[in-house]
């Protein structure tokens, strides 16, 4: 199984700052990642697959980045509405969460 | 656009089988994947198995020997049978349509697993 783990845990950040979210892999997964969204109390939001290709419908600040066994999701500018829990996945072997990285407001 | 929504008990007893139905709407469920997502209370994401409308299915290693996913074509819908259920199965369950990526998502339900 490949285990996927994000960080940091928890990124404090402001309105209008940079977010750089980190996903690391235990092997190899290529560019079979994606990234995830998920806001209190709703359902996930696919945000990015295959490493950087963004969602339909999702806003150009979000941006992916990496391959092989490091992988960043990158917010711009955070609006009031990214501040979530973000979950990044692999398909590469079998179907695999990483632990999540809750970006709070400061 | 297509959307998902998941039903079924919310209270099941140690032992017992866990059923959920998926129902989509605005899309036929005909020529795409299919699947169910757990989330525990608090935790992370855990892909428990997907359909494809033919029926054939991949189910999680961790998950095989308990679970079966179904597909009704004439109903649109797809469903989930998870049997010797524990209080670790609590959790609140997704459905969602892919079998590599995921979307969108049903909202969820919360099922809990307790006498």
């Known amino acids: 199984e490949i285990v996927l783990t994000q960080s940091p845990v928890t990124l404090s950040l402001s309105p209008g700052e940079r977010a750089t979210l980190s996903c690391r892999a235990s092997q190899s997964v290529s560019s079979f990642l994606a990234w995830y969204q998920q806001r209190p109390g709703q359902a996930p939001r696919l945000l990015i697959y295959?490493?950087?290709n963004r969602a339909t419908g999702v806003p150009a600040r979000f941006s992916g980045s990496g391959s092989g066994t490091d992988f960043t999701l990158t917010i711009s500018s955070l609006e009031p509405e990214d501040f979530a829990v973000y979950y990044c996945q692999q398909r590469s072997n079998w179907l695999t969460f990483g632990g999540g990285t809750k970006v709070e407001i400061k | 656009q297509v959307q998902l929504q998941e039903s079924g008990p919310g209270l099941v007893r140690p032992s017992e089988t866990l059923s959920l139905t998926c129902t989509v709407s605005g899309d036929s469920i005909n020529n795409y994947y299919w699947s169910w997502v757990r989330q525990p209370p608090g935790k992370g994401l855990e892909w428990i198995g997907y359909i494809f409308s033919t029926g054939s299915t991949n189910y999680n290693p961790s998950l095989k020997s308990r679970v079966a996913i179904s597909v009704d074509t004439s109903k649109n819908h797809f469903s989930l049978r998870l049997s010797s259920v524990t209080a670790a199965d609590t959790a609140v369950y997704f459905c969602?349509?892919?079998?590599?990526?995921?979307?969108?998502w049903g909202q969820g339900t919360l099922v809990t697993v307790s006498s």
């Open positions: 295959d490493a950087s």
């Open positions: 969602t349509r892919g079998g590599i990526w995921f979307d969108p």
